[in-house]
């Protein structure tokens, strides 16, 4: 079982920007395609951005195109979600997610097999 521990998230203004990382507690990090998602109260879990094994392919949902970033270090068995031009609608537990199964990062959250605890992200208006 991977061990994912998420941090960076916190209070921005709109337009702000955060930095969340995820680390993972294994030695073949670089077998994972690792994906974000995001959740609040009473929705379903949604895909934010998502990142293949070796890092070279990457996506994201609409909504974030242009403004988040997903990449990873592969070394540091970290993967990151940089957030720019942040919106309230942005407001959200942000988890991270490990798929052992794939090379390419899915938008299905069933597809993974472990998750972060979640970090906090809120943007104020």
């Known amino acids: 079982q991977v061990q994912l521990v998420e941090s960076g998230g916190g209070l921005v203004q709109t337009g702000g920007s955060l930095r969340l990382s995820c680390v993972a507690s294994?030695?073949?990090?670089?077998?994972?395609?690792m994906g974000w998602f995001r959740q609040t109260p009473g929705k379903e879990r949604e895909f934010v951005a998502g990142?293949?094994?070796?890092?070279?392919?990457?996506s994201s949902a609409d909504s974030v195109k242009g403004r988040f970033t997903i990449s990873r270090d592969n070394a540091k068995k970290t993967v990151y979600l940089q957030m720019n031009s942040l919106k309230p609608e942005d407001t959200a537990i942000y988890y991270c997610?490990?798929?052992?199964?794939?090379?390419?990062?899915?938008?299905?959250?069933?597809?993974?097999?472990?998750w972060g605890q979640g970090t906090q992200v809120t943007v104020s208006s």
């Open positions: 997610a490990a798929d052992l199964n794939r090379v390419y990062a899915n938008n299905n959250p069933t597809y993974y097999d472990s």
């Open positions: 294994l030695r073949a990090f670089s077998s994972y395609a």
């Open positions: 990142i293949s094994r070796s890092g070279l392919t990457t």
